[in-house]
Every structure is written in C-alpha cells, then in structure tokens.
C-alpha cells in the first residue's frame, strides 16, 4: 500500500509539472561532471544566445520540428546523436567530425558505423544559424537542443536546456568503442556502463526509454530473435521475416514494434510482454532490480516521460567544453 500511495503521490506531482523540468533538477544538473566523477562548472545558460543569437532556439525548432515531420524516424536519430556525442567525451559535439586522412573520429567506431544518421540536419541547421549570428551557435548546443526539440515532436516532454558548450577539436575513437552502451550487455553491465557516467541505474532505465522510437539494425538483434528463449514467439518470428538468419544485416525493424513513431511508454509494455528488440532492452526486464521500474512506466507512461525528461537534463551537462575551450565549429564535420 505504502508503494501505491508514493506512485500516486508522484503522479500528482508530474500533473502539476507537465511540460516543465523541476527547477531544483535543472540547478543539480547546472554543474557538469566528467567521465571520471570530477565535477566542473559547465556555466551553462538557457538565456545564453538571448542577446547573441535571440532567434537560434526558434530557428532549432523549426528546422527540427520539419526534419521530423517529414521524416518521424530522424526524431530518434538526433536524439541518438546527441547521446552518442556526451557518453564519449562529453557533450562537445566530438561526433560529427568526419574522418580526413590525417583524423580518425568517432563515426566509424563500432557503435557507430552504418547507423549514425541525421548529420544533413544538423548541418543544415548550422548553415542557417551561420547566416543569421556567424560563429555564435555551436554545433554541440544544436545536438542538445535538437534532442530535446525531438523528443517534444514526437510526444515527450521538454527540459530546459543549458546552453554555452563549445565544440571540441578532438575526437575519440577507441572512447566510442568502450563507453558507448553495446544492445548485447546483460543488466549488470548496463548499470556499469551508465554508472560510470555518474547515472543511477533508475536514470539508466528512463534513458533506454529512448527505444521507444527509432529503428534498429538486423546485425543487432538478430541473436536475440533466434537464440533467446525470453521472447514471445509470435514477436520473434515477426522480427525474422525481416532478418533471417544470414543477410540482411541492415535490414531494419522498429525498436518498440506498438508505437515506433511516439514517445510513449509502449517500449516498457513490450518489455514486459517479452517484446524487447535488444538483449539490452529486455534485460531490464529480466527479474533483476529493474522490474519494478519497467512495471511503474508501462502503468503511467507520464512518470517515465518525466524522469527521461530528468535523465536527459543531466546527460547534456556532461563534461562540456565552455569559455575559451575549444571553439564555435563554422562546419560541424571539421575543425575551423
């Protein structure tokens, strides 16, 4: 009895703050926190472009708001984007440089290779910003509001974004290869993965919430859907007319198979269905600590919009470049 009047109390408090992000989060989150668990202070700003560049917000949106309307599919790729930028070297804007032959970057490390899209968008959002405040907008805080702009396109809530970050001049690869989540981790490591970014293992289940759009590549779950035995079966064979067992690799299949294309808590009713695309995905779903958590989303999907909205609020003040580090990338491909 005691859990359910502590759901409804919390329901209670989402209702009084849909659309909005506590401000107490937003000022525990203002401070960033590298890799390493040191803390820095970000200086981030929502108002930040205000007197610099009062249109970027309006001009983000818009451009993010069409991209996704023509395409729901690019919503979930930016969101991407922005994640696979900050659990690398922070949020620096570290993954849209291009290889050259003298810079090896973090597009064809392996969680990125043949998936990372939605870099045509976020250039040409650039370009725009570039016409109207020249070398004032960085490509890192148009990955972070692009995410956000995303999320809210497609259902979710927003979250007042810090603005400020500047974008780096380096790149890891072999990082990307060891920090970026893998869909085959089994719980544990999941909580170690995002642990060592400093996020609880209850922020951890909000941000997988993010399979909750998008699609995913044959080459990633094929194993699951043809040698796990916790899968519906009647889901497993759906999932095999598009990935048989040799080719296809990037064949593609929705991640959350009810709704793909709305931010919503179907993902963690499939979960409990025994519908999760990902070994990652159904692992918080496996009997461990996590269950519990998978249950309160499916049941009100407005708590994990919420806590994502949270989650995603800290994730964007990971180690960012502000000040005089780095600079403001005229191309987001390439240093200046």
């Known amino acids: 009895m005691a859990g359910i009047s502590q759901q409804r109390v919390k329901i209670c408090l ?3 703050l849909v659309g ?3 401000a107490s989060a937003y000022s525990s989150s203002s401070s960033s926190t590298t890799s390493s668990g040191t803390s820095s202070n970000s200086l981030l700003n929502p108002l930040f472009y205000l007197f610099k560049c009062p249109q970027a917000l309006d001009t983000i949106k818009k451009l993010v708001t069409n991209a996704v309307a023509n395409e729901p599919r690019m919503g979930a790729s930016l969101l991407r984007l922005h994640f696979h930028d900050c659990f690398v070297q922070g949020c620096d804007a570290s993954v849209l440089l291009a290889d050259t032959a003298t810079f090896k970057g973090e597009q064809n490390a392996l969680p990125n290779a043949n998936s990372l899209r939605g870099f045509e968008v976020v250039e ?12 004032v907008v960085s490509c890192a805080d148009i990955l972070a509001v692009a995410a956000r702009d995303s999320v809210v396109a497609l259902g979710g809530l927003g979250w007042p974004v810090g603005l ?3 974008d780096s001049t380096t790149a890891s690869f072999s990082g990307a ?4 989540p893998s869909p085959f981790l089994n719980l544990d490591g999941l909580i170690a993965a995002f642990q060592k970014k400093l996020f609880t293992p209850n922020e951890m ?6 399979h909750t759009i998008g699609s995913a590549r044959c080459l990633l779950f094929r194993s699951r859907i043809y040698n796990e035995s916790d899968i519906d079966s009647t889901y497993a064979n759906q999932m095999r007319a598009d990935c048989p067992k040799v080719g296809g690799d990037s064949n593609l ?6 709704t793909k294309d709305v931010f919503d808590g179907a993902y963690y009713t499939n979960l409990i269905n025994k519908k999760g695309l990902f070994h990652s995905d159904q692992q918080l779903f496996s009997g461990g600590s996590t269950a519990t958590q998978v249950k309160t989303y499916s049941t009100f999907p407005l708590i994990f919009k919420f806590d994502f909205a949270n989650a995603m609020l800290k994730m964007s003040n990971l180690s ?4 005089t580090q780095g600079q403001i990338r005229k191309v987001c491909s390439r240093v200046n």
């Open 320 to 323: 960012p470049l502000t000040g």
């Open 124 to 135: 040409s959002i650039k370009a725009v910003l570039e016409r109207q405040c020249p070398g």
């Open 14 to 16: 989402v209702l009084c």
């Open 205 to 210: 289940v909000a941000l997988s919430g993010a």
């Open 177 to 180: 290869n060891s920090d970026l």
């Open 253 to 258: 299949s929705p991640i959350d198979i009810t």
């Open 164 to 166: 400020g970050r500047r």
């Open 20 to 22: 909005v992000v506590s």
